[in-house]
């Protein structure tokens, strides 16, 4: 069973950065480089949202709009570690933020839909404000 462990968030100021961590475990078989993994993040009273997926072999990432130029994701697959640096955050950033990943049969897929996901992490709490 894929295990997700999130890490990095924290309170910060409107401007200011940070680094969001997920690191995988668990993998009987194929290893973090055969899996799509996904971030996506819930505001309180706000549905899931999917923010940024990367493919395994890191050949393609996409982005929502709302993150769109601010977030960059990335990921070591010998370190068995994705990263979600984060810059420029608003006050409309705060929400818990989780990562999620699915075995993927293409070098280039990504998905920014939940249910395209089959592990999920915990989440890590990231609260923006002045």
């Known amino acids: 069973q894929v295990q997700l462990v999130e890490s990095g968030g924290g309170s910060v100021q409107p401007g200011d950065a940070l680094r969001l961590s997920c690191v995988a475990s668990?993998?009987?078989?194929?290893?973090?480089?055969?899996?799509?993994i996904g971030w996506f993040r819930q505001a309180p009273g706000r549905e899931r949202e999917g923010i940024s997926s990367?493919?395994?072999?890191?050949?393609?990432?996409v982005y929502a709009d709302s993150v769109q130029s601010r977030f960059t994701i990335s990921r070591d697959n010998a370190e068995k570690t994705v990263y979600l640096q984060m810059n420029s955050l608003k006050p409309e950033d705060t929400a818990i933020y989780y990562c999620?990943?699915?075995?993927?049969?293409?070098?280039?897929?990504?998905?920014?839909?939940?249910?395209?996901?089959?592990?999920w992490g915990q989440g890590t709490q990231v609260t923006v404000s002045s």
């Open positions: 668990g993998f009987t078989g194929f290893s973090l480089d055969h899996y799509t």
């Open positions: 990367i493919s395994k072999t890191s050949s393609r990432a």
């Open positions: 999620a990943a699915v075995w993927s049969a293409r070098a280039s897929d990504t998905f920014l839909s939940e249910s395209d996901y089959r592990f």
